[in-house]
């Protein structure tokens, strides 16, 4: 169902992503996600990035018109929001790795702050990279990648990871982030046999398992996912390789 | 379990059908691999998203909202057009009965578009005559008896598979529009789609969806619907099939006593799950064994007597 907040505080994160916090009591869960309306423009499906009690919050890119609407908006000023939906990240899955790529580092911070656990953030630079300082108060192992070398392990959240999973004993890997790396992921968890749930993305339009438009073969991101383990991962032959546009048609990746 | 006494298999006209509930369009029929799962989940049909001539994205979002009772949507006909459906059909009529949804503006439209359907595999075709949200199809091609009877004439010509119309409750003349589809040689009427509606935020004083109004779905629709299939069973022989608002048996028992020899669901499938066929089918063969129906058929149309 869907409910009105007001924005109680926003955090700039990088120059090109801020946190919006707004007080909600709805029960959520890490790893689920709420639609934002953008009066006028669009509604988009949002990680929800940090679960405080009633405090909650999104953490939003500026990469497109409501997205950029959404950056105008200021303390006081109200949102619509629905939700939330889809199942979430299981936190009872072993010793965890977390790992988040870019803007997909807001959809793992829920279950990083809710455990404390390792967590890797991976971004293209220095300047991309967002809430390491929540990570930081909530982990004692934090570590940074960067594409450039700017910042921490110079190399991208694969790489890093391999050296982590080397190192450490974790029984599952939770991550978000592009789907090129979270594809990427997914094969060396494999070959390293290990677990992981990853959190995918399509283009959405209900958000509640009844349209149907964002499934991946047959399962609904909205609804069976967003979060997916190794073994559905395995039965998705359109993970990494294609996606369905805003008409149902297949657009390959590459 | 019940026993073997009742039987769920029910006939539409000539097309028959292992369990008596369909999946409604527009719900989880988009893509191949989608209309499998529910066929596999206890759905006896599927019948397709409306696919169109062209490939069509849809109103822009929000295009779809929760309510007291169901949902508001305005998904605006999103398909990727009926040369690229064939890939989904492909895919999903190896697994059981698929009925293809066509939606156009003109006879000729339906006609080429059925045809298609037919060609892919296609079980029945069901014209689309009742989108509430789509300017220039749906329910404004369906609200015009004579209209709905060169619709169904034309498509009756151009296919050897069975001709269903989905008819819309927006109408003070279903009857006569229903009349026009048997007359017009209609296999079966399809019976309701959306009601036409509206939601308004109060904070931002404006709708939410961005097609303004949309069709409510749901449970809130149902006595609706089992209204307008008992006045239909009233004045038509050929077939009906219910929809609107169906998620347990009660709902579908309802609608076959009112006329239906089969119904379909569709908002179920999120408000209860894609489960919700097999509870439907368990608890229908259970109630018609404890009152002695043997089949759907000896229990199709008796709240008339």
């Known amino acids: 169902m869907s409910d009105v907040v007001i924005i109680e505080s926003v955090v700039e994160e990088a120059y090109d992503t801020k946190t919006f916090r707004f007080r909600w009591s709805a029960e959520a869960r890490p790893g689920q996600f709420i639609m934002i309306w953008v009066p006028g423009l669009d509604e988009i499906p949002m990680s929800i990035s940090g679960i405080d009690g009633d405090v909650k919050s999104i953490t939003v890119k500026a990469i497109g018109g409501a997205t950029r609407r959404i950056h105008e908006l200021v303390p006081g000023d109200r949102l619509r929001i629905r939700g939330p939906y889809g199942n979430g990240f299981d936190l009872s899955a072993g010793r965890l790795l977390m790992i988040g790529g870019g803007v997909g580092t807001a959809a793992v911070m829920p279950a990083v702050t809710a455990t404390g656990a390792d967590t890797i953030i991976a971004a293209r630079s220095d300047a991309d990279v967002i809430m390491d300082d929540i990570a930081t108060a909530h982990s004692d192992n934090v570590w940074i990648a960067t594409d450039d070398g700017s910042r921490g392990f110079h190399g991208n959240a694969v790489q890093l990871m391999r050296e982590k999973v080397a190192e450490g004993e974790y029984d599952c890997v939770l991550a978000c982030g592009p789907e090129v790396m979270l594809y990427f992921m997914y094969k060396a968890c494999e070959e390293l046999g290990i677990r992981c749930q990853l959190s995918l993305e399509r283009y959405m339009k209900c958000g509640a398992g009844v349209c149907g438009c964002c499934v991946m073969d047959d399962s609904r991101i909205c609804r069976d996912g967003p979060v997916f383990d190794n073994d559905q991962i395995s039965k998705l032959t359109e993970f990494g390789v294609s996606k369905r546009d805003e008409c149902g048609r297949t657009v390959k990746f590459r | ?305």
């Open chain 2, 1 to 305: 379990m019940p026993s073997d006494m009742v039987s769920l298999k029910t006939d539409v006209g000539s097309l028959r059908l292992e369990r008596p509930g369909m999946v409604a369009s527009g719900i989880m029929d988009e893509t191949g691999p989608s209309m499998v799962r529910m066929i596999e989940n206890g759905a006896g049909a599927v019948v397709t998203k409306s696919v169109g001539l062209q490939p069509n994205s849809g109103h822009a979002n929000p295009c779809f909202m929760e309510v007291t009772g169901g949902y508001v949507n305005a998904m605006g006909l999103p398909n990727p057009g009926i040369d690229l459906f064939a890939e989904e059909m492909e895919v999903a009529v190896p697994a059981g009965p698929i009925v293809g949804s066509v939606y156009g503006s003109t006879p000729d439209d339906f006609s080429v578009l059925a045809a298609r359907m037919e060609d892919y595999g296609a079980s029945a075709v069901e014209l689309n005559l009742s989108c509430p949200h789509a300017k220039g199809y749906g329910m404004e091609v369906g609200t015009d008896p004579a209209m709905v009877s060169a619709i169904v004439s034309a498509v009756k010509s151009a296919v050897s598979i069975p001709v269903w119309a989905k008819l819309t409750p927006n109408t003070h003349i279903l009857p006569q529009i229903g009349r026009a589809v048997q007359d017009a040689g209609g296999d079966a009427v399809v019976a309701i789609n959306t009601l036409k509606a509206m939601v308004i935020s109060p904070e931002f004083a404006r709708p939410v969806l961005s097609n303004r109004f949309g069709g409510l779905s749901g449970a809130a629709v149902k006595p609706v619907g089992v209204r307008a299939v008992y006045d239909l069973a009233s004045v038509l022989d050929i077939p009906l099939i219910g929809v609107g608002g169906i998620s347990d048996w009660r709902d579908a028992a309802e609608y076959i006593m009112a006329g239906a020899s089969a119904f379909q669901v569709g908002s179920a499938i999120g408000t209860v799950g894609i489960d919700v066929f097999q509870g439907i089918n368990e608890g229908l063969a259970t109630f018609m064994e404890d009152y002695g129906y043997g089949s759907i058929s000896s229990m199709v149309g008796v709240a008339h007597e």
